[in-house]
Nanobody, 116 residues
Framework: QVQLVESGGGLVQPGGSLRLSCAAS????????MGWFRQAPGKDREFVGH????????YYANSVKGRFTISRDNAKNTVYLQMNSLKPEDTAVYYC?????????WGQGTQVTVSS
């Protein structure tokens, strides 16, 4: 099993920035990819971006490309989501996600609200 714990959500004004963190524990070696999804009220959960655990490939949804940056710290088993130029439509619960041959794992979610 893999456990994921997110932190860093909150309220920010449009144009502002936030950084989310996701710390993984458990069977870390079973993870191939880690990343983020989000779910706004009344909408389906959508892909934000992910990073390969052993490699440099990073993928982003078109809606966040150029504004969000995913990075990782393998020594801390942590993935980060740096969010800049935030828009009201970025408001959602953000979920950390990990996947590998043993299955898919989700964090508990952290609320991000972009509002003036």
């Amino acid at each position: 099993q893999v456990q994921l714990v997110e932190s860093g959500g909150g309220l920010v004004q449009p144009g502002g920035s936030l950084r989310l963190s996701c710390a993984a524990s458990g069977i870390i070696f079973s993870i191939n990819v880690m990343g983020w999804f989000r779910q706004a009220p009344g909408k389906d959960r959508e892909f934000v971006g992910h990073i390969m655990w052993n490699g440099d490939n990073i993928y982003y949804a078109n809606s966040v490309k150029g504004r969000f940056t995913i990075s990782r710290d393998n020594a801390k088993n942590t993935v980060y989501l740096q969010m800049n130029s935030l828009k009201p439509e970025d408001t959602a619960v953000y979920y950390c996600h990990a996947a590998g041959p043993r299955g898919r794992y989700w964090g508990q979610g952290t609320q991000v609200t972009v509002s003036s």
